[in-house]
Antibody, heavy 120, light 107 residues
Framework: QVQLQESGPGLVKPSETLSLTCTVS????????WTWIRQPPGKGLEWIGY???????KYNPSLKSRVTISLDMSKNQVSLTLNSVTAADTAVYYC??????????????WGQGTLVIVSS | SSELTQDPAVSVALGQTVRITCQGD??????ASWYQQKPGQAPVVVIY???NRPSGIPDRFSGSSSGNTASLTITGAQAEDEGDYYC??????????FGGGTKLTVL
């Protein structure tokens, strides 16, 4: 079965760039979208953006100026970069396989998540 | 952007039925999906589409929709159903939106 694993630095300094990688195992990346979602400590889920299997991405308008999501199917990886981070970007970051079909969308499975703290 | 509104907290007696709702204009034309999250764990999808349960999700979980409101119903709630529940959908611009989450307590 498909498994997702996020990886990257757990601590990033303010104004610097957050970079995370999601490695997909046990299945193909084709025919799916791949989504990044984050959750600040004690708060709800926030959609960051998604990329389809052609590499076309869509981002949360509130983050669009700072975020890039890319796909490397040769490595079975999805990457997230978030520029100019502040303490407000401290969160658990999840990647998830996504299905968008007509009027339906769902995320399954999710990675276990990785906590990123923005602090000097 | 579109918003999805959920009650912050709901409680249910053990074995009883509980409905968790999600309201938003985007639900008039898109189905919601529902996620259960337990402390320290990643969310897990429990319902998607009109009323689809992934394999491994108990049949006490069901979904429905009417107008701008989607509902997740747990019939015969169990102690292990405690957790946070989030709804999600897409808006007309194909942006994903999440509800603020509902904390379910099983008494």
């Amino acid at each position: 079965q498909v498994q997702l694993q996020e990886s990257g630095p757990g601590l990033v300094k303010p104004s610097e760039t957050l970079s995370l990688t999601c490695t997909v195992s046990g299945g193909s990346m084709k025919s799916y979208h791949w989504t990044w979602i984050r959750q600040p400590p004690g708060k709800g889920l926030e959609w960051i953006g998604y990329v389809d299997d052609s590499g076309s991405a869509k981002y949360n308008p509130s983050l669009k100026s700072r975020v890039t999501i890319s796909l490397d199917m040769s490595k079975n990886q999805v990457s997230l970069t978030l520029n100019s981070v502040t303490a407000a970007d401290t969160a658990v970051y999840y990647c998830a396989r996504s299905v968008f079909v007509a009027a339906q969308n769902w995320f399954d499975p999710w990675g276990q998540g990785t906590l990123v703290i923005v602090s000097s | 952007s579109s918003e999805l509104t959920q009650d912050p907290a709901v409680s249910v007696a053990l074995g009883q039925t509980v409905r968790i709702t999600c309201q938003g204009d985007t639900l008039r034309s898109n189905f919601a999906s529902w996620y259960q999250q337990k402390p320290g764990q990643a969310p897990v999808v429990v319902i998607y589409g009109k009323n689809n349960r992934p394999s491994g999700i108990p049949d006490r979980f069901s979904g429905s929709s009417s107008g701008n409101t989607a509902s997740l119903t747990i019939t015969g709630a169990q102690a292990e159903d405690e957790g946070d529940y989030y709804c999600s959908s897409r808006d007309i611009s194909r942006n994903v939106v999440f509800g603020g989450g509902t904390k379910l307590t099983v008494l």
